[in-house]
């Protein structure tokens, strides 16, 4: 069964009486099809309306939606003659990391996503989308491969994060990722970055090194989950939504601070509503950016994603006046004297 959540309960209620309408003038050999019209252009106005002003905590529900297509669904829609290479020569094949070799219009390429499952078994398998260290081992190990044959590489993120249960630190989790971000930062080939559902933490950052990074319209990229920054702000995961409007983690807030390159609109409803429609919009992506990424020398490839991550983040710094100033008001304040009174001004010259 479809899962709905509240905000999709008028969509999800119209759909009901459209079926309950088709079913019953089959059934009685009545024609209802002006009704079913008129229903039908209700749903689509809905649906524009609430999808068209989704919340930051329902973009994150949709991001998660247990139907939303994963990298196996968009294989075979996007890639010809794909090969899959499994295992990171060290310690075992991490299911939750999955990658290999195929042709996107005719172009050698090397791809490498983070997995989820489709039902609880085999997320149980694939520990949910959060790879252990083998699993970013795999990844570096296609990567130099790719870097070696002159391979673009082209990643898709959705994890919640990384795994971090004991064994995962045992066999260095964040030497895996740490390594992944320093040797991505240095390949001399073009890296494309998807991000097609959930961005979490460092497990989405070590595939996310790219010169440039897309985002479907309901992913989100962020450096913690919305439930764990609640438990530490708040102390109460049922926080997570004030938590998701605070961390400004959207593919439209990252596109507006310049970590994201651009936004693939998805069907209306979500990615699962049209897996084809969506597979398209991510191939027109891909084939974009890496036109012209391909043009470029490897150096300019490694200066330009060195110049677009020392651009995240950047501030202004206070001049000395401006703090001599802030100083001295402060200790007026202090003495329970007025700023203003003293006329206090920022030196010049």
């Known amino acids: 069964m479809a899962q709905h959540f509240e905000f999709e309960k008028p969509i999800y209620e119209l ?19 002006q009704e079913i019209s008129k229903l039908q252009h209700k749903l689509v106005r809905v649906r524009k309306e609430i999808y068209g002003h989704l919340e930051p905590w329902q973009k994150v529900q949709v991001a998660r939606h247990p139907e939303r297509p994963n990298f196996y669904d968009y294989v075979p829609l996007i890639f010809d003659d794909f090969i899959e290479l499994r295992g990171d020569h060290l310690f075992a094949d991490d299911r939750a990391v999955a990658g290999g070799i195929a042709i996107f219009e005719g172009i050698s390429v090397t791809v490498i996503a983070h997995v989820k499952g489709k039902d609880t078994k085999e997320n149980i398998q694939r520990n949910f989308g959060m790879p252990h260290p083998e699993g970013y081992r795999k990844a570096l190990r296609l990567m130099d ?15 919640p994060g990384a795994a971090c249960d004991l064994g995962a630190e ?6 895996a990722i740490a390594r992944c971000l320093i040797k991505m930062s240095g390949y001399r080939v073009p890296i494309i970055s998807t991000i097609i559902g959930e961005g979490g933490s460092g497990g989405a950052l070590a595939f996310g090194v790219g010169n440039v990074i897309m985002m479907l319209e309901n992913s989100f990229f962020s450096v913690i989950s919305p439930e764990s920054c609640a438990s530490i702000l708040w102390k109460d995961t049922a926080k997570a939504k004030e938590a998701a409007s605070s961390l400004k983690f959207t593919a439209q807030d990252l596109l507006q601070l310049g970590v994201a390159d651009e936004i693939l609109r998805e069907p209306l409803g979500g ?9 398209e919009e991510i191939s027109k992506g ?9 043009e470029q020398s490897p150096e300019a490839l490694k200066q330009q994603r060195y110049e677009k991550l020392r651009a995240i983040g950047t501030f202004k710094e206070r001049s000395q006046e401006e703090s001599s100033y802030d100083a001295t008001k402060l200790m007026c304040m202090d003495n329970g004297s007025d700023a203003a009174e003293l006329h206090v001004e920022p030196e010049i010259g």
């Open 15 to 33: 759909e009901q009486k459209i079926t309950e309408l088709q079913e019953f003038s089959q059934e009685k050999a009545i024609d209802l099809t």
């Open 145 to 159: 491969q790719a870097d070696k044959f002159n391979r673009p590489i082209l990643t898709f993120i959705d994890t």
């Open 170 to 175: 045992e066999r260095g989790q964040g030497e």
């Open 271 to 279: 990615a699962h509503r049209n897996i084809n429609k969506m597979a």
């Open 286 to 294: 891909i084939a974009k950016h890496l036109k012209q990424l391909i």
